[in-house]
């Protein structure tokens, strides 16, 4: 816990994640935990009518005063100097959703270091152009947005030819990750988007999803060096946290099994 910087801050209200039978999600919806029972609504399980009007009651709030996950970060922004000086020698580097002028400083931090730096844009990178991204792009490893935020990126492209796209801006691996499709990542050789299939699993719970795809992509790219083959180790890891509820589902690591799951892909029995 060496990294984990402590706040007396307590949030007043958290985030909803209301999916579609895609694995997609809405943003931006909070809310205290107490007000869907407080609404009148079960808390162990809502039926589709009652999860569009619980939807339809989390669009219409407006509480400024509260402060959710997404307000703290806006007041109190992850900085440099909060980073353990013994991290600034690490091999690889995940940055996740933050403001831009956040995710400069990290860079600013470990692209010297020759550190795999890998980045996830969150809605605070994809609303900018690309011409604003551009300087972000020129320094990461590794840049892996959603679907959505790609399409936000390079509205009214298909997923291969926005992969393409962001490649002539970011000299490191592109890839999008398209929830239980896998991941697109662009092959520079070739010029095509190869895809990386997700792995079958009971889905239990898609939250986080994303963030361990990306977590197993940085470990797969700092291993291997190749994109493709990072996607795989993305995907395993995205399938442990899906099949169980919350993040504590996924702890403790189990290595050994997701080596064997990595080397039954790579045989060419399977």
């Not at 994640?17 to 809310?31: C, H, K, N, Q, V």
């Not at 109190?76 to 400069?104: C, I, K, N, Y």
């Not at 795809?213 to 790219?221: E, M, P, R, V």
Request: aromatic residues 6%; glycine residues 10%; proline residues 8%.
């Amino acid at each position: 816990l060496s990294g984990v910087a402590w706040s007396e801050v307590a949030l007043t209200a958290g985030n909803w994640f209301l999916y579609d039978g895609a694995g997609r999600r809405d943003e931006g919806l909070t809310a205290p935990g107490a007000a869907l029972a407080a609404a009148g609504f079960p808390t162990d399980r809502l039926s589709p009518e009652q999860a569009s009007a619980w939807r339809a009651r989390l669009q219409a709030r407006n509480a400024p005063e509260e402060i959710g996950y997404s307000e703290f970060r806006e007041r109190h922004p992850l900085r440099a100097t909060q980073v353990p000086e013994a991290w600034q020698g690490v091999r690889g580097v995940h940055l996740a959703p933050s403001a831009p002028d956040v995710m400069r400083e990290m860079l600013d931090l470990f692209f010297p270091t020759g550190a795999v730096v890998t980045a996830d844009p969150g809605w605070q990178l994809a609303d900018l152009d690309l011409d604003a991204l551009t300087p972000i792009l020129t320094r990461l490893t590794a840049f892996l947005p959603s679907e959505v935020e790609l399409r936000a990126l390079v509205p009214g492209a298909q997923p291969a030819e926005a992969l393409r796209v962001l490649a002539t801006r970011c000299p490191g691996a592109v890839a999008v990750k398209m929830g239980p499709e896998g991941a697109l990542v662009w092959d520079r050789v070739a010029e095509a988007a190869v895809a990386v299939p997700a792995l079958r699993v009971e889905t239990h719970d898609p939250t986080g999803a994303g963030d361990s795809f990306c977590g197993g992509f940085l470990a797969g790219l700092v291993e291997t060096g190749d994109p493709a083959k990072a996607a795989r180790f993305g995907a395993i890891s995205a399938a442990r946290v899906v099949a169980g509820f919350g993040a504590a589902a996924a702890l403790p690591a189990d290595r050994p099994a997701a080596r064997a799951t990595l080397q039954g892909e790579s045989s060419p029995c399977h």
